[in-house]
């Protein structure tokens, strides 16, 4: 767009290149930006470039996280023998933010899906198998309902069976199709509670 | 969210206080830009920087450019006595698209709105009477047919007038609460053709 500054337009481009924000989307956050205090600006700039850089993996759980283990790992009150799987952090501050779960979490960064090219090998499995070396009692899978969650589901259970670990997977309390995120507490604890072996 | 790290968390309240972004959004956001490659999140932000630090108003539409004087009013081959009177510089961008205006434009930055506090002297509206002391054949006025546009196209027919500047309002083809910068350029055309002294 000839008409806008060089400057405005690189930023629109930028922004509409972020996830689920379109080309009129991205106009209206750049125009807002224009207009917004130059110290707001360069503190949100400021904020960004810190969390990528100081954001990393846990190095027990693999959530995200600031310190080398995260503070749900790092807690000694918590069940450090029932693990619960989640796809993404996402999920994980989900189900914390019910306060009910006593034990701790295994974070994969995705789900197994073969039309995305996504294989085993390129979520954090063999970094939870590697955890069950340990006293682990349950593992909990709690990805989604999805097509992509329940083949995940189903992989782990596969996996992890052998090894003697007794495998439960949250109850479909969950709708199928939906994404763990956007459920409520309520429905989020049922699923947990109903959960049966696979 | 004390389950994240501090710094995801300032990032999430930085995104989610820009407009259009609620906190679920902001979620999904901040963690797209943890996960992606650190020199694209840096470019993000100088680029945001650069704008917000380079961007100025054009001294004469008061449109946002990178210049003194935008590309619209250096062109010498538009009319400079034809000023077509837009609420912001999207609008603007807008009718630039149909590429068929020949005239040139006022930025307002904003509309008379007693509801918001938003009164005339709060929008570029001396700075628009400023200019008529040239040899300014008509005023359209394409501010958003919202109440606020209506007001405030009422405003500056009635500021105008007097001066002896014709004054034209674009045609109601634009629908009735709607906002210019999502219509269509046929529907933009018309209104513009259409145009009635006010």
Chains 1, 2 share one sequence.
């Not at 759980?61 to 749900?72: E, S």
């Not at 499995?125 to 989604?144: C, F, H, M, P, S």
């Not at 329940?150 to 992890?160: N, P, Q, R, V």
């Amino acid at each position: 767009m000839e008409m806008y500054s060089g400057h405005i337009n690189k930023l629109i481009e930028e922004l509409a290149a972020l996830p689920g924000i379109g080309n009129k989307s991205a106009q209206r956050l750049a125009f807002h930006m224009i207009h917004m205090p130059k110290e707001k600006v360069n503190r949100l700039a400021k904020v960004m470039m810190e969390a990528r850089e100081n954001v990393r993996y846990c190095q027990e759980c693999y959530t995200l996280t600031d310190r080398d283990i995260c503070p749900v790992c790092s807690n000694q009150k918590r069940n450090h023998n029932l693990i619960m799987v989640v796809e993404n952090s996402r999920d994980l501050a989900a189900y914390e933010k019910t306060g009910k779960f006593e034990g701790v979490y295994h974070v994969l960064h995705g789900a197994i899906s073969p039309m995305l090219g996504i294989g085993p090998g390129d979520i954090k499995l063999k970094e939870l198998v590697a955890r069950l070396e340990g006293d682990v009692e349950e593992v909990i899978i709690a990805t989604n309902s999805s097509l992509e969650g329940e083949t995940t589901a189903m992989y782990i259970s596969k996996l992890i069976k052998p090894v003697g670990v007794k495998v439960t997977r949250i109850a479909s309390g969950v709708p199928v199709g939906g994404d763990l995120e956007y459920i409520d507490e309520v429905t989020l604890l049922r699923a947990l509670e109903g959960r049966v072996e696979i």
